[in-house]
């Protein structure tokens, strides 16, 4: 992947690696929130993207946008996640390898819309054929049903996905998608049974009450009114304003039959859906242990009877009822994703949760820094650059803490978990402080000292995360580690006549006398696989931001985000990426851009980009610590000199859209080297005002000097004053535009019969306004239409192409040419017949005669009187010969043609547009 990108936005930089104050989390931040309120919601790290949720529709997803970004280098636009989607397919194309793109950040912080939005950009901008698109439409409709399924409303979050999502697409070597698959992890199974305070059950419970017509829910013994059912009044949030379950009720339904889900198991799928509803309905007695309503569970869930008579006291048989509609949930969840590709399910607790939740995180944050600091050494080695070693804190130890086989807290949990005699939360912290007690990233109350003691309960344990501390209260925690489901349940769940619940609970787990996993194991071991799968392919990254607790649009809450910035470990990983060099980029594209500040390299450099660039950074005085010369890349240590370099482009790319090009390169190289002097110099001291007042003497010693000019402030002059004529020209004063001004000249009606750019309803005044300008190249166009029509590739006819603008200038070449009637000046490159060097040179046309001309060198001087013939070839190039008679050898300062009779240009533009600028 191609490293940082370039430019500055307007609003502070769009790569962290740039920025001046090094590394420090005040910078960070103050970067970050500059460009949060300018809508500017995502930001590099390198070839990582942060972003920060809006929580406002943007303009930037638009099908235009999607298009922008495609095949586009990744420096070359802001930020975007179409970028880094780009990117990963583009090197995926290239490359034949594999590729993720992995979204992280907290609840709510903009990780699924993320992953949406990349799925849509792949939808639109990769190749695809009608069969294609039903791949495609199944890849996209698949999320609002597995989003109906698992995700719910949070305090955090309205749509909360409660479950961990990897999908995979797959590509033929085309670089269409032919297939994908979904990946699920740890549903939150506990939400089926409870939820806190102003949290909702799984959507699709709402949906169906809401959106189910009335025979649906009459056949599955269900009332629309969701305050009848225990499971979903828990969290008492009754209405949710920016969710409508009836129109989701229709999307999902809607999605179902794309997806390829039969009637029959959509009518399975609701009636589990009912019968969990159902289910938490049931009451128990002490000594009757009976179903309250055992007739609609029955129904639903294809005749099964709850009317089992158990020695369960009533508690525990609230407990098994509960774990039922959890595991029917559950299993539920895992075959919907089953059925729409692969599965994995698991399930989690409340603190239990959190554990797995950064144990996950510790995870993923080892992989990015081994990756990171992997892809860093590779490419130094690469590029024959020696590799400075960088410290930085490898969290590898925390996860040894946590994973490591017998010794970790997941092994010596399970082991609680498993062993027989009495265990419990407590018995599990004191094996904890056992075992791992002398841990350095471990503390319990008992372990603490004095000081921090008092922060840490006697049921807690603390560990010390790389993100920062967090205290885990251990009660539940064995609990929630067994997934007990009790054997003679499973049975009956077995024997369902619901052949999804029947596939949900093979009848081989009853054979299979062999204890289940514990969850932490399962988690510990579907994490292990998932990073199987990631190490195998490349990274690219997006961090999510949740900018504030209210939802709120334009609202930059620095605590939060401080803390999400940390969480998130972005810091650590600036650091390894700034560690050595700020900015690399290969030679080529190096040039390209900056060629134009150079002599040697503008317009057209043409041996080695490596040796270019060489030329390029010595004309423009790089110092030999701020830049390393790679194999394939330059390496440039500090972003101020990058952003010198920048600044120097900038303001040469705005004088060559002012004034014409050779007056450009001639003038301004020595203004163009103070600026970028300047710009250094100004970034270093930060004194921003110290130019302008240098600017400002610079004028007023120049206005006050009484003697004659030399030929360098003349030129200053000229060039104010073209300034000042080209801002009239194009801002003229209204008065000028009124109505009454100017009856259309005869040229216009011309135009206009034949079509021309007076086409349209635009009024007299303007359309004339314009067309002024073009008479002249009007009246040459058709000249050089009977030369060039049909027989010069690329040439068009039409009248309203734009015309090059000529580049009638005086500037350079008065001092030389003493006719001083120019008629265009253009670069060429000249080709010598010794050998066919190309030699960069000025072609000024007068009314008389052509010269080619060396900076401020006449070199050669052919009159029109004696020129034999001109020749173009009939191609698109800007090749052109001029057939000089072998005796004029009128030498002017050094001929350094020989004595051949043909002289050979290279115009930057194609011939043709030279002769309808000049043609006279
Ligand atoms: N790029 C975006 N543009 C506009 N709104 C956004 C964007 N990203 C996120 N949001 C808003 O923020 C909400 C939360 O985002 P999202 O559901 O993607 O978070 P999440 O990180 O996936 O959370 P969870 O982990 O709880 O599933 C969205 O419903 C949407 O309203």
Known sequence: MEGALIARDKVGVQDFVLLDSHTSEAAFLNNLRKRYQENLIYTYIGSLLVSVNPYQELDIYTVSQMKLYRGVNF?????????????????????????????????????????????????????????????????????????????????????????????????DFKGAPVGGHILSYLIEKSRVVHQNHGERNFHIFYQLLEGGDKDLLCWLGLERNPQKYTYLIQGRCAKVFSINDKNDWKIVRKAFSIIDFTEKDIEHLFGIVASVLHLGNIQFEED??????????????????????SPLNVDLAFYARDAVAKAIYGRTFTWLVNKINGSLANKVGFFFEQFCINYCNE?????????????????????????????????????????????????????????????????????LEEKVGDHAHFVTRKLADQKTRKSIDWVDFRLLHYAGEVTYCAVGFLEKNNDLLYRNLKEVLCNSKNSIIRDCFLLSELDNRRRPET????????????????????????????PNENKEPGKFDDFLIRHQVKYLGLMEHLRVRRAGFAYRRKYELFLQRYKSLCPATWPHWHGPAAEGVER????????????????????????????????????????????????????????????????????????????????????????????????????FVRLSQYHYLMKLRDHLPKNVLDKSWLQPPSILEEVRGSGGSGRGGSGPCLVATSVLFLVPQLQQKVVTSAVFSGKKEGYLESLSQPFLETRLS?????????????????????????????????????????????MAKIKQKIE??????????????????????????????????GSSEVMWLMLPIPSYKLLECHNS
């Open 864 to 897: 029109y009187s004696t020129l034999k013939g001109i020749s173009t070839s009939n191609l698109s190039d800007g090749i052109v010969v001029i057939h000089v008679p072998e005796d004029n050898k009128q030498k002017v300062g050094n001929w350094d043609g």
């Open 288 to 309: 009757s242990n009976v179903c309250s309503d055992p007739l609609w569970c029955s129904s639903s869930l294809g005749y099964l009877y709850f009317q089992v008579l």
């Open 810 to 854: 005086e500037f350079i070449v008065e001092m030389l040419i003493p006719t001083r009637c120019f008629q265009y000046v253009t670069p060429v490159i000249k080709y010598d017949r010794n050998g066919f060097k190309a030699r960069e040179r000025l072609l000024v046309l007068t009314q008389s005669s052509a010269y080619v001309v060396e």
């Open 519 to 546: 969850v932490a194991t399962q988690f510990k071991n579907s994490l292990t696989s998932l990073i199987e799968i990631l190490m195998s392919k490349e990274p690219s990254y997006i961090r999510c931001i949740k």
């Open 75 to 171: 420096f070359e636009l802001p930020p975007h996640l179409y970028a880094i989607a780009d990117n990963a397919y583009r090197v995926m194309c290239n490359e034949y390898n594999n590729h993720f793109i992995l979204i992280s950040g907290e609840s709510g912080a903009g990780k699924t819309e993320a992953s949406k939005k990349i799925l849509q950009y792949y939808a639109v901008t990769c190749p695809t054929t009608e069969q294609l698109q039903t791949v495609r439409d199944r890849l996209l409709l698949s999320n609002p049903v597995l989003e109906a399924f698992g995700n719910a409303k949070t305090l955090r979050n309205d749509n909360s996905s409660r479950f961990g999502k990897y999908m995979d697409i797959q590509f």
């Open 616 to 715: 390029l950074i010595k004309h423009i005085g790089y110092k030999p610590e701020e830049y390393k010369l790679g194999r394939t890349k330059i390496f440039i240590r500090f972003p101020k000199t990058l952003f010198a370099t920048e600044d120097a482009f900038e303001y040469r790319k705005h004088l060559l859209s002012k004034v014409p090009a050779p007056l450009v390169w001639e003038l301004p190289v020595a203004l163009l080297e103070a600026c970028w002097r300047g710009a250094l110099a100004r970034r270093a001291a930060k004194k921003r005002t110290w130019a302008v007042q240098t600017i400002r003497k610079f004028i007023n010693g120049f206005i006050n000097r009484k003697k004659p000019l030399c030929p360098e402030n003349r030129d």
């Open 363 to 431: 995870k993923l944050q080892q992989l990015l820094i081994e990756m990171t600091l992997k892809a860093e050494q590779e490419e130094y080695e690469l590029e024959g650059i020696e590799w400075e070693p960088i410290p930085y804190f490898n969290n590898k130890i925390i996860c040894d803490l946590v994973e490591q086989k017998h010794k970790g807290i997941i092994s010596i949990l399970d082991e609680e978990c498993l062993r027989p005699g009495e265990a419990t939360d407590l018995s599990f912290l004191e094996k």
